[in-house]
């Protein structure tokens, strides 16, 4: 599979040009989305685009120069390439000065395309790294570790951002640690209801006898015990939101009382006749799929389908772990600034141990061993993991970042004796983003071959 930084969107109306210019680039190794007008670029590129744009000038409709003007609309800092005919060379000169990337007067060689195409893929590659970065770095100022680049956290983050101002009910799954509130309280925090409480409630931590109360509420003398009215989290939560974590444990007669709510947007508290409107909307998170009868057991179907509105899946740890780097990163920095130690450069032992284990407890998980390494513990004894010179504590987020995905790189090329392709599948990461890091962070493969290391980590600003 291509990397995303050797996409380009190739837009050329002449179809015998197009289809050649297409071959000529996928056999340069991008990958091509070939479109007929300027028109139809429009429905492909928007900021999140990650490659480079590649027009004609003339074109009948929407000409190149125009699509150039609705594309710097959209993201300044997507490159766009005019190719042009020779009366176009004034027009296309003018359009370097308001932006355009470059421009490839007919007729070309095809080198001359391909040479400007990967400048320009590189130039869109940092843009798009560091705009990830900058994400990452505000998320995680704002103690909020739902940072990462794999797509399915991207996607995540994307959809939050859609739906935080939605009245609509969210079931959140994902394993134990894994982040599940995290992605309510970014809901209730993102939306408009940030304002009004959030009320969270663990629906398996509480004894049958009380949920209920706590849940719903009660008048004086609702039963014995009951000497004052006490309003419970559902009501207390009326304008905000309501998380319900552990959806899955509340007991059945609850999940009846539950679905009414849900579907009345009212409650009459026990010992009252008063039915109660609320503005509620809930976020309820589970460990299982729902979905699959083996695994809902005796939770009622239809209270399932009253919640799965919108569902959010978080991925475990395991299937992102080119996330680790940037999450152990953040969260070392963290557990430094709280136990007022530096930031410590670890040694192969922790590498090791990020890479290889396969965190069951997901990203708490790995917070508590970034505290243990930030004391300076391995993950099970007490045997010194840090190297006993540290530098200086690295200032940033990304500067933190860049060493410790250097580190685990130079780590994948020694325990695989430098073979490429090990330390690809190692690290699951596209084999062009990899050589992408060899280059960045100054490693050479071959250096790992024969046992060898001889350079160290450039410590990236």
Known sequence: MTDKSGLVAL????????HATTQLLELAGFAVVALKAAEAALGVVDASFEGVVVSDIRMPGMNGLQLFDRIKAI?????????????????AVAALKDGVYD??????????????????????RLVMENRRLREAAALAADGMPLIG???????LRETLRQI???DVDVLVEGETGSGKEVVADLLHRWGRRRAKPFVALNCGALPETVIESELFGHEAGAFTGAQR??????????????????????PPALQVKLLRVLETRSLTPLGSNETRRLDLRVVAATKVDLGR?????????????RLNVVTLRIPPLRERRGDIPMLFGHFLGKAAERFGRPVAKVNAAVSDHLQSHAWPGNVRELAHFADRVALGLGPDDDRKLVS????????SLPERVGYYEAQLIRDALREHGGDVRGAIDALGVPRKTFYDKLKRYGIAASDFRNGGDPHPVREQT
Do not use: C, N, W
């Open 388 to 395: 006993p010179q540290s530098p200086e504590p690295l200032a």
């Open 293 to 305: 009868p083996d695994q809902r057991g005796d939770f009622r179907e239809d209270l399932y389908f």
């Open 103 to 124: 421009f490839i007067p007919k007729p070309y060689a095809g080198e001359r395309l391909v040479e400007a195409l990967k400048r320009a893929s590189e130039k869109r």
């Open 11 to 18: 837009v050329e109306d002449d179809a015998d040009l197009l």
């Open 164 to 166: 935080a101002d939605m």
């Open 229 to 250: 009215r006490r309003i419970g989290r559902v009501e207390h939560s009326s304008g905000g939101t309501l998380f319900l974590d552990e959806i899955e444990s509340m």
């Open 149 to 155: 680049e794999a797509p399915a956290m991207r996607r």
């Open 75 to 91: 993201d300044a800092d997507l490159p766009v390439i005019l190719v042009t005919g020779h009366g176009d060379v004034d027009l």
